[in-house]
């Protein structure tokens, strides 16, 4: 169900941290140095190792296109890198000098943060390479940043467990104590859930020192603002957890521990997929690759390793989104109830058992049978059952064919024969993206955001993955 397929070892001391881009690995260390690898085989790549950090690499991040690879150190500095050369593109000079931590790009490439051990969070333009803005918790070292996937704000975490939510303009919206004895780490879902006009959901996991995982449910309203509310803990590390990454559809949640283990969630039912312990050392950095099912993990015995799931079994494990792990078509009433509360649509559910809506028939409603046979009055309401029904028929059509989602054009919702990477950092299939672009569309289709650019990147690693599962599916 989930293999290791790769060990990295290049690394001469701790690897602290690794991420992706849809095409390239990228890992920094206690060893000063920042190494890029290719997806196609994981070789390392002729301009890696990157040197210019004179003490330890604590943090690396692409930003959104993948063409610029930031890193920071306890030099004090945050450098971006040319991912396709190597070459400095700027070198950032924390205003303070101290240690930098984390460093995070905005979803829209506009931004970069970074967070310093004296406590300080400077936000710099990620094309002018100059600050924008600084800030700072009241306790502790800056240890963790995610922003939301909007990128309407983001949220650190600190030493002395404090969760700090910012807004884009550097704004503290909210700030309480999450974690005992210290955050090591946090992250965003990159999918929102989104509850009709009015609210936006996010969902934030962190994790800390006192070997909890806590999930969060963030959300922005026009009528009573922000709040962060605390939903549940992860249970199953027995020593502190250093890392936690949602998985790019937001269905799974991974973890590294100092207690050497690796552990992969079900976000949607909170139960343990995986439990994974080759590493010898304290896991440090845990990471899901954006287009492929991969997961990279690092530790403390200066080794990363490449793990790869099965596109199967992780349909068989119950990957669809808040619903029972059965075939939707044999929901009960009370499945139905379950996945109506998921949506936010928890006062439709005495009406929908009212008139005993179970799977099948939940699949059939209609816009004629919402507003005549149930009675659901407001426009907008039944456009969002509609919209959220549309979405399980979708994953009906995608499950009973047995195709991995991230095989699926986000546009076309068919397989991809000409996978490319457009500048939101997703993947589309070339044609149905090219024409989304010609029709005056400079929004991503996936995040509403204005795109940086139009220029669209084949992605070559997922065509390789695509014809691999045709090659053993369609004989």
Same mark, same amino acid.
């Given at each position: ?83 396709? &050369? ?171 521990? =100092?207690?050497?283990?690796?552990? =992969? ?54 990957? #669809? ?34 008139? &005993? ?8 409603? #209609? ?109």
């Amino acid at each position: 169900m989930v293999k290791l397929i790769h060990t990295l070892a290049d690394h001469d001391d701790d690897v602290n941290c690794c991420a992706f881009s849809s095409a390239l690995l990228a890992t920094c260390s206690l060893d000063k140095t920042v190494r890029l690898y290719s997806l196609s085989d994981f070789s390392e790549l002729p301009h890696s190792p990157l040197k210019f950090h004179t003490y330890a690499v604590h943090c690396c991040c692409f930003s959104p296109s993948g063409h610029i690879l930031a890193s920071c150190s306890t030099d004090g500095t945050t450098v971006l890198w040319n991912t396709q &050369n190597g070459q400095t593109l700027a070198v950032m000079e924390q205003p303070s000098g101290s240690p930098v931590r984390v460093c995070q790009f905005s979803p829209d490439s506009t931004c970069l943060v970074s967070g310093a051990a004296d406590g300080t969070v400077v936000m710099w333009n990620a094309q002018s390479y100059k600050l924008y803005r600084c800030g700072s918790v009241k306790d502790g070292s800056l240890v963790a940043c995610a922003f939301c996937p909007t990128g309407t704000l983001f949220v650190t975490g600190s030493s002395c467990g404090d969760l700090t939510v910012w807004d884009d303009k550097m704004r503290c919206l909210h700030s309480e104590k999450a974690h005992d004895l210290g955050i090591t780490c946090c992250d965003f879902s990159s999918q929102p859930i989104s509850d009709g006009e009015q609210t936006h959901f996010f969902r934030l996991a962190s994790c800390g020192q006192d070997c909890q995982i806590k999930m969060w449910v963030v959300s922005f309203t026009h009528v009573s603002g922000f709040e962060l509310k605390y939903k549940s803990t992860l249970s199953g590390h027995s020593a502190p957890v250093l890392a936690c990454a949602f998985s790019h559809n937001g269905q799974m949640l991974v973890s590294g521990s =100092v207690d050497k283990s690796v552990i =992969v969630y079900d976000t949607n039912t909170e139960n343990i997929l995986y439990t994974l312990t080759q590493h010898t050392r304290y896991v440090t950095t845990c990471a899901f690759a954006p287009n492929i099912l991969l997961l990279a993990t690092g530790s403390m015995d200066k080794t990363v390793n490449i793990w790869q799931f099965d596109p199967e079994a992780l349909c068989q494990a119950g990957s #669809t989104e808040d619903q029972p792990k059965q075939f939707i078509e044999d929901w009960s009433e009370d499945d139905v109830s379950t996945w109506l509360c998921a949506q936010g649509l928890e006062d439709l559910t005495g009406l929908f058992k009212m008139n &005993n809506i179970d799977g099948r028939e939940l699949l059939n409603l #209609t816009k004629e049978s919402l507003a005549d046979d149930l009675k659901i009055e407001s426009l907008g309401l039944r456009s969002k059952v509609l919209r959220k029904i549309e979405e399980l028929r979708t994953k009906v059509k995608t499950l009973s064919s047995g195709v991995p989602d991230e095989f699926i054009c986000p546009i076309t919702r068919e397989l991809m024969k000409e996978p490319v990477i457009a500048s939101d950092g997703y993947s589309y299939e070339k044609e149905a993206m090219e024409n989304w672009i010609s029709k005056k569309k400079r929004t991503s289709p996936m995040t509403n955001l204005v795109l940086p650019s139009v220029v669209l990147i084949p992605n070559r690693t997922l065509k390789m993955a695509i014809n691999r599962w045709l090659e053993t599916h369609q004989k």
